[in-house]
């Protein structure tokens, strides 16, 4: 028998990384009406379903009037308790959630390919006719509210809560700051009126995984029914973003020992040509562990322990920023020294080693998140719901950074990371 010794003394080879486009995926019409994407994969029997609707939080009338509404959506219908279920789902070996983001509530459920179809009927109750029992919102806001009070103790909570107001403005949806009085103006009549305006015939489907005919003609009879046919309108009204007029915000904790920084400006989103080299800039500047403000703050420097940029892309309005927590006796010295490493990527261009460090641990996060057919239905709701072709997208993305130059990194540095135009959060002691 041949026994094959490995030199591990000599690295293996090294080569490019290429993407060869977004995998094939399957677009048709459930009951000539609902949109479904499919990405087919017969190695698992398991399936991962998702039902978006086209309503979150910017449709709210409330503070967490949204994001209640579909954590209180598996607590109870006309047909099943929340015991049942929790114990239907538990018992099936399935994965079950609801969740609310500011344009989209979406359910989601993973389970083995026959689970799945028995489970349906259950998925359409929930979706259909939630009671929103009062004794389990009750206790529901009650727990949220205590973490709440614990996370707004730590000066970080507190900073991450109150920062997109600088940029957007308290009225705006995207800005909104959470206050305890929040939890208790929250009833079982303001979760029942969001979900009656909720539209469920303007649903799309997302599939990954095993599926064949079975789970489509199930998931058929499960849009066939009258309740998906409701239309309401929801036409999402347009909001100004209205920003602080002062730059540097200090939210002082007389007892803090250390103070947490948040930095940021608006900027483009994923529709716009200048994104994907934008994310690049911001992977060298503070996406990784081997950043610049990594390097100087933590390495060289010892203010925190950690810190990080990034950009927050949203459908209306996106934005980036920067993120750490310093000894309070440090605080503007980090200031001092995120700043400059901000003006320095506009001065100066990056070294070529520099940037393709960056950019391959950008292409190894990219292919990452496309591995498989659960990450391929997200990829592909990111791009649909904001009206992008995940073929065109996606490419390009990669192509566009693929193909970025020093040059370009100083320019994107000059043209969005402008020091001037950065609002500064200080939630501690600015000694």
């Not at 700051?177 to 469920?200: G, Y």
């Not at 993120?323 to 990056?350: C, G, K, N, Y």
């Amino acid at each position: 028998m041949t026994t094959n010794i490995i030199n591990r003394s000599t690295a293996p080879e090294t080569g490019a990384l290429h993407f060869e486009g977004f995998p094939a995926y399957k677009q048709e019409l459930i009951n000539n009406h609902f949109p479904c994407y499919s990405v087919e994969n017969f190695s698992s029997n398991v399936v991962r379903l998702d039902i978006s609707i086209p309503s979150g939080s910017w449709m709210q009338s409330k503070p967490l009037q949204s994001s209640s509404m579909a954590r209180m959506i598996t607590e109870g219908t006309k047909q099943f308790n929340s015991f049942q279920i929790a114990e239907a789902i538990d018992f099936s070996g399935a994965y079950l959630d609801v969740s609310s983001s500011p344009h989209r509530t979406i359910l989601s459920i993973y389970a083995v390919k026959d689970i799945l179809v028995s489970l349906l009927p259950l998925v359409k109750s929930i979706l259909t006719e939630p009671t929103f029992p009062a004794d389990e919102l009750k206790t529901i806001l009650a727990n949220n509210k205590q973490e709440f009070i614990i996370s707004n103790k730590k000066v970080m909570g507190r900073a991450r809560r109150f920062f997109p107001s600088l940029l957007y403005g308290n009225r705006h949806p995207y800005g909104t700051v959470i206050e305890e009085k929040h939890f208790d103006a929250l009833s079982t009549e303001d979760m029942q009126s969001l979900f009656n305006a909720l539209p469920l015939s303007e649903s799309s489907i997302f599939l990954g995984g095993n599926i064949d005919e079975n789970v489509m003609e199930h998931l058929q009879n499960l849009f066939s029914d009258a309740a998906f046919a409701k239309s309401n309108s929801n036409t999402e009204q347009n909001y100004n973003s209205e920003p602080s007029s002062e730059k540097e915000h200090l939210i002082t904790v007389p007892d803090a020992v250390q103070s947490a920084l948040i930095l940021g400006t608006p900027v483009v989103g994923r529709s716009h040509p200048d994104f994907p080299v934008l994310m690049l800039t911001n992977t060298i500047l503070g996406g990784f562990f081997g950043s610049r403000l990594m390097k100087t703050i933590r390495e060289e420097k010892g203010y925190t322990y950690g810190i990080s940029s990034g950009i927050t892309a949203r459908a209306q309005a996106s934005h980036f920023s920067i993120q750490t927590e310093v000894m309070a006796e440090v605080t503007q010295q980090a200031l001092d020294e995120i700043f400059r490493e901000i003006s320095r990527l506009s001065v100066a261009p990056v070294e070529m080693n520099e940037l393709d460090i960056a950019r391959n641990y950008l292409f190894g996060s990219f292919l990452r998140n496309m591995d498989g057919p659960f990450a391929l239905v997200e990829r592909l709701q990111t791009a649909l719901q904001e009206n992008l072709d995940p073929n065109v997208y996606y490419s390009s993305y990669w192509d566009a950074i693929a193909a970025a130059t020093p040059a370009d990194i100083q320019h994107m540095a000059q043209k969005y990371l402008i020091p001037e135009n950065m609002h500064v959060l200080i939630v501690g002691n600015k000694q």
